[in-house]
């Protein structure tokens, strides 16, 4: 029987972390009392990652994917490759909600949900740089990739059917596979809902903001580029029910 929600968390050089991290989501999943599957993917981690995450998931549905290269976003399209079940959602190790997960089941008529850090109801405890760092990262998707939503990072849940006809016609990875994947989705005419999330990071970001925006402004144009390459119509073949935006 396959579960209601498929958990794609990408990892790496997690060792430490996930003895703490991943019995926390096991514990919150199980108290939403859904079937669920966690499917956390090893990427390119130079210490015991995958180790640990077999540890910390014994006796619980939890499958753990090693690859090879240090990769977030390929490491989150093979888990959603991977995935079964109703909803494929995307977690990160520091940051998830079973709250989340409550509001996607209360929704109907929806193919996409995302937790929004800029939704006017959320609560984002992050320091200012990093709210900033939203703001301008929502900006820009707007500018270049004439999206309307207002936040592609964070956590999301999308239907199987979703999944099964964008994710292999994604060409992002690093940190914008997720976003390609949401704009396409757009486009496509699929069916999205921005819900309210509380932002509290299990620890401070690890990543360098300021190595990340000439990467973020490049990997933007490419998929843009890429977007208007292909030929006219294309995304409209994978509307609901044909009906294209």
Request: overall charge neutral.
């Amino acid at each position: 029987m396959s579960p209601t929600f498929s958990i794609v968390v990408p990892v790496y050089n997690e060792a430490a972390f996930i003895p703490v991290a991943l019995p926390a989501l096991i514990d919150e999943m199980d108290r939403l009392g859904r079937t669920y599957r966690i499917i956390l993917v090893e990427n390119g981690s130079a210490d015991r990652t995958a180790e640990a995450a077999r540890r910390a998931g014994v006796g619980k549905p939890v499958t753990v994917i090693s690859l090879i290269e240090p990769d977030y976003g390929a490491a989150m399209r093979h888990g959603f490759l991977e995935a079964d079940g109703d909803w494929v959602v995307n977690f990160d190790i520091d940051y998830f909600s079973a709250r989340f997960l409550e509001k996607v089941l209360a929704l109907d008529d929806v193919d996409l949900v995302i937790a929004s850090k800029r939704d006017p109801g959320s609560e984002d405890h992050r320091p200012p740089i990093r709210r900033l760092a939203t703001r301008v990262f929502n900006l820009l998707l707007r500018t270049i990739l004439d999206s309307r939503v207002s936040d592609t990072h964070g956590m999301k849940a999308f239907r199987r059917d979703l999944v099964t006809a964008v994710v292999p016609e994604v060409v992002s990875r690093k940190d914008l596979f997720d976003t390609e994947l949401v704009v396409r989705a757009e486009r496509a005419g699929y069916r999205i809902a921005e819900v309210p999330v509380v932002v509290e990071e299990m620890r401070a970001a690890r990543s360098s903001l300021v190595k990340r925006v000439p990467r973020t402004i490049r990997g933007l144009l490419l998929i843009r580029k890429a977007l208007r390459e292909e030929p006219l119509g294309l995304a409209a073949t994978h509307a609901p029910d044909g009906d294209a935006d």
